[in-house]
């Protein structure tokens, strides 16, 4: 498998604009989660599914910001209008649901709002 | 709600020394335990995980022991490499949903 993989890698753009962050999960693996890292709140849990189903979405800064997962190999996440303040790098994981497995986790998008 | 603290960075180390990073956990149930690493550029990658009470997780060197009486799970390695500078990350997983709490990651340097 070539693991999570997340799109685009770098995203500049501008403030305002619209912004739409892509991650196919490993198949087979039925959680998916979205965080962000910033140098000043280090990694920060921004929302999750199981089963494609959103079950806590509450690290979700505000309303600007929305996730989908329209099926179990695909899913968005959504900035509308963006801001510098969400300029972060943006990582995706999947796992299999249960307490003892592990994440595993995409190579990040580094999104920069000028 | 559960949370994971690590100690402050970052880390200086020379070529060969020993390691340890500490880490504390407060969770409601019986968590699963994990150090992720993130070496530059890239995502976290999982380093090792320990899943019950006393249980020894080990991987490329490193080792962590979950230790309930105390709520820790300290990572440690007997001699360091160059190659092992990263961010260190720990974190937990209390629960059916797989939900990784983080700590806030230190950053260990390793010099020649």
């Known amino acids: 498998d070539a693991g999570v993989i997340q799109s685009p890698r770098h995203e500049v753009t501008e403030m305002g604009q619209e912004v739409t962050l892509r991650c196919k999960p490993i198949?087979?693996?039925?959680?998916l989660f979205w965080y962000r890292q910033t140098m000043m709140r280090g990694l920060e849990l921004l929302i999750y599914?199981?089963?494609?189903?959103?079950?806590?979405d509450s690290g979700m800064p505000e309303d600007r910001f929305s996730a989908k997962m329209p099926n179990a190999s695909f899913s968005t996440l959504k900035i509308q209008p963006s801001e510098p303040r969400d300029s972060a790098v943006y990582f995706c994981?999947?796992?299999?649901?249960?307490?003892?497995?592990?994440?595993?986790f995409g190579q990040g998008t580094r999104l920069t709002v000028v | 709600g559960d949370s994971v603290t690590q100690m402050e960075g970052p880390v200086t180390l020379s070529e060969e020394a020993f390691l340890t990073i500490n880490c504390t956990y407060t969770a409601t149930g019986y968590p699963s335990l994990f150090w992720y690493v993130q070496y530059p550029g890239e995502g976290l990658q999982l380093l090792l995980k320990?899943?019950?009470?006393?249980d020894k997780g080990s991987n490329k060197g490193f080792e962590a022991t979950y230790r309930k009486e105390t709520t820790s799970f300290h990572l440690e390695k007997g001699s360091v490499q160059v190659s092992d500078s990263a961010v260190y990350f720990c974190a937990l997983s209390d629960g059916a949903n797989s939900k990784l709490t983080f700590g806030k990651g230190i950053t260990l340097s390793v010099r020649p």
């Open positions: 599914f199981n089963n494609n189903v959103p079950i806590d």
């Open positions: 320990a899943t019950k009470a006393d």
């Open positions: 994981a999947s796992s299999l649901q249960g307490w003892k497995t592990e994440a595993f």
């Open positions: 198949s087979g693996h039925n959680s």
